[in-house]
């Protein structure tokens, strides 16, 4: 858990308070001091939001190499390996579950950047179920088009007030970290190597 979290969870709770605070002096016809909350309620707000646009503007884009894992608490997306074949792109990726019990990803999505250009990619077993401490490998097969001269391969994961934590890569502006797919992060050595040393293959029917 990153320190953004327990800013977001305090910040809420003290508007939720300020709100409630408000509503009530309103109620008893306080008006003066009702106002007095609601400037202060404004200026919560207001700070909360330029430091949560404040870091992500200051945040630097990360590549990840090929073999780390990009991870969403006990739930990680790591890309292998890139080999180009005869009709495509071919990434050896895994998801893996680095926790005791099985789970499975709330709102994973996966995309493709091709030149800058973010899109949607219909991924599967994304979503599947794994074991505790265990691994799900499987292939993506991805068509470049020609004449791109960069491409990216991005997952994300989490929504709703994911968006409104400081820091977290699903804020405003924030820049994400990806795999660089052309050309490729590193040359494809040990990945494994990277990973908890707990994590063992799942059996899939």
């Known amino acids: 858990m990153t320190i953004g979290v327990p800013m977001f969870l305090l910040t809420f709770l003290a508007a939720v308070i300020l709100v409630i605070r408000a ?11 009702a106002i007095k909350t609601v400037r202060v309620l404004a200026a919560l707000v207001l700070i909360y939001i330029v430091a949560l646009v404040g870091a992500s503007l200051v945040s630097q884009p990360t590549s990840l190499a090929l073999g780390d894992p990009k991870c969403f ?13 005869s009709d495509g792109t071919l990434l050896s990726v895994a998801t893996l579950n680095h926790g005791r ?12 950047v091709y030149d800058g250009v973010v899109e949607p990619l219909d991924v599967p077993h994304l979503t599947d179920r794994i074991a505790g401490h265990s691994e799900n490998p499987f292939q993506i097969k991805l068509r470049i088009p020609s004449g791109i001269r960069t491409a990216d391969f991005l997952v994300t994961e989490g929504g709703g007030p994911s968006v409104a934590v400081i820091g977290d890569e699903n804020s405003p502006l924030h820049p994400k970290s ?11 050595a040990q990945p494994k190597a990277h990973r908890d040393s707990h994590v063992r293959p799942s059996v899939t029917s």
Do not use: G, L, M
């Not at 019990?101 to 709102?107: E, G, L, M, S, Y």
């Open 23 to 33: 509503f009530f002096q309103f109620a008893v016809r306080r008006r003066e001091r």
């Open 101 to 112: 019990r099985p789970q499975k990803p709330d709102t994973p999505r996966a995309f493709t």
């Open 178 to 188: 990806v795999w660089h797919i052309r050309p490729a992060s590193v040359t494809q």
């Open 73 to 85: 608490d006990d739930w990680c997306f790591v890309v292998d390996k890139v080999s180009e074949t």
